[in-house]
């Protein structure tokens, strides 16, 4: 029933753009606090940045504080990953998660995500 769709991934040169976006369905989204991660090869799973229900509190990894904004539409069931200046070391599968609360909680409070969407930054 709880589905999330990420799209918008791709290749881009070093200190370019991309903007991510994960659709939401099957729940009530506006109830959910929701997360953008991250896996390269080899590499952990590391949450980059967080959005409470409404959207008023985020939260960002200091490797990407300054160049990523995260944003929701309650009334779309969207949620987006606006990535700037990136850098080689971005590169990674990118995935959107629902959080187990309404508010921004720690890195594990996830239980729902999305088949990832594949984000290449050349040097």
């Known amino acids: 029933q709880v589905q999330l769709v990420e799209s918008g991934g791709g290749l881009v040169q070093a200190g370019g753009s991309l903007r991510l976006s994960c659709a939401a369905s099957?729940?009530?989204?506006?109830?959910?606090?929701m997360g953008w991660f991250r896996q390269a090869p080899g590499k952990e799973r590391e949450r980059v940045a967080a959005?409470?229900?409404?959207?008023?509190?985020?939260y960002y990894t200091h490797s990407v504080k300054g160049r990523f904004t995260i944003s929701r539409d309650n009334a779309k069931n969207m949620v987006d990953l606006q990535m700037n200046s990136l850098k080689p070391e971005d590169t990674a599968v990118y995935y959107c998660?629902?959080?187990?609360?309404?508010?921004?909680?720690?890195?594990?409070?996830?239980?729902?995500w999305g088949q990832g969407t594949q984000v290449t930054v050349s040097s």
């Open positions: 998660a629902r959080s187990r609360s309404a508010v921004i909680m720690w890195a594990g409070e996830y239980d729902y």
């Open positions: 959005i409470d229900w409404s959207g008023d509190n985020t």
């Open positions: 099957g729940f009530t989204f506006s109830n959910y606090a």
